[in-house]
Nanobody
């Protein structure tokens, strides 16, 4: 069973920055793509960013140019650096690992962007 633990969320002012972390209990972490999703109250869970084993990346249009996803395979950790945060970025952010076509999710970490 894959276990994912997110951290780094919190309250930040518009224009500010946060760095989210996700640690995976997976010995072959480096072989899998990792992604971040987010879900605001009353809304669907939306894709944010994805990083592949070769470190290539994809971003949602809404965060492109502001967010950066990266990974440290030695530490089984994926990061999401979030800059120029907007109130509409407020959501619970979830770490995702896809293994053999099965999605694994962390518990989520709350990000609130407000003055």
């Amino acid at each position: 069973q894959v276990q994912l633990v997110e951290s780094g969320g919190g309250l930040v002012q518009p224009g500010g920055s946060l760095r989210l972390s996700c640690v995976a209990s997976e010995s072959i972490f480096r072989m899998y793509a990792m992604a971040w999703y987010r879900q605001a109250p009353g809304k669907q869970r939306d894709f944010v960013a994805k990083i592949y084993p070769d470190s290539s990346v994809n971003y949602a249009d809404s965060v492109k140019g502001r967010f950066t996803i990266s990974r440290d395979n030695a530490e089984n950790t994926v990061y999401l650096q979030m800059n120029s945060l907007k109130p509409e970025d407020t959501a619970i952010y979830y770490c995702n690992l896809r293994k053999y076509s099965i999605n694994y999710w962390g518990q989520g970490t709350q990000v609130t962007v407000s003055a």
